[in-house]
């Protein structure tokens, strides 16, 4: 059984920080792309960051400059750094992965935190 288990988030000010951790465990052959997803009261869930298992990366518009996204393969968890926080970035944050676990290729997610960025 693969388990993706998000921790860090909370209630920052407007201009704060916090860093989300992502860690899998299971039987894991080898993650692929890890992804961060929010999704705000009322509102789609949308991509906020992806990173391919080589480090590539890729961040939706309203995040760019801003938050980070990164992983440390030997232990399976992934990271989003994130910098100057806003209001509207408010919104639960779910970690995302397509996983090998050796016989074939599943798509996990988080049970999802909640980021509060609020004065």
């Known amino acids: 059984q693969v388990r993706l288990v998000e921790s860090g988030g909370g209630l920052v000010q407007p201009g704060g920080s916090l860093r989300l951790s992502c860690a899998a465990s299971?039987?894991?052959?080898?993650?692929?792309?890890m992804c961060w997803y929010r999704q705000a009261p009322g509102k789609q869930r949308e991509l906020v960051a992806q990173i391919t298992s080589g480090g590539s990366t890729n961040y939706a518009d309203s995040v760019k400059g801003r938050f980070t996204i990164s992983r440390d393969n030997a232990k399976n968890t992934g990271y989003l750094q994130m910098n100057s926080l806003q209001p509207e970035d408010t919104a639960v944050y779910y970690c995302n992965a397509d996983i090998d676990i050796y016989v074939k290729l599943n798509t996990y997610w988080g049970q999802g935190t909640q980021v509060t960025v609020s004065s």
């Open positions: 299971g039987s894991i052959f080898s993650i692929r792309t």
